[in-house]
């Protein structure tokens, strides 16, 4: 069984025991949390809709990703910035997912 859950705007795809690293959430590291579910699929059965199955996880941890370097630059202007961006991620656990 899984479930195609929605977690900071984006769609990721929840199997049991499975480790999904989503946009940052505000939760203490080991609180347990519902994600909103848009799809369930089990032995070949589709259920469409939020409700379709009850989806739990734990949160495992929180980061920040590896740095990303953000250069502009324009030519013959003597005109530069270099700026680094490091993007917030929550990592979490599927506990269980059921319905």
């Known amino acids: 069984m899984f479930a195609i859950v929605e977690c900071g705007g984006k769609q990721y795809k929840a199997e049991k025991d499975a480790v999904l690293?989503?946009?940052k959430l505000d939760a203490e590291v080991?609180?347990?949390i519902q994600l909103k579910t848009l799809m369930s699929f089990d032995n070949g059965q589709m259920t469409v809709g939020e409700g379709a199955a009850k989806v739990t996880a734990e949160v495992v941890r929180q980061g920040k990703e590896s740095k990303v370097i953000v250069y502009k630059y324009k030519a013959k202007k003597n005109e530069r910035k270099k700026q680094g961006h490091r993007q917030p991620y929550t990592k979490i656990k599927i506990v269980a997912i059921e319905g």
Do not use: C, D, F, M
């Open 21 to 23: 690293s989503v946009e």
């Open 30 to 32: 080991g609180a347990k």
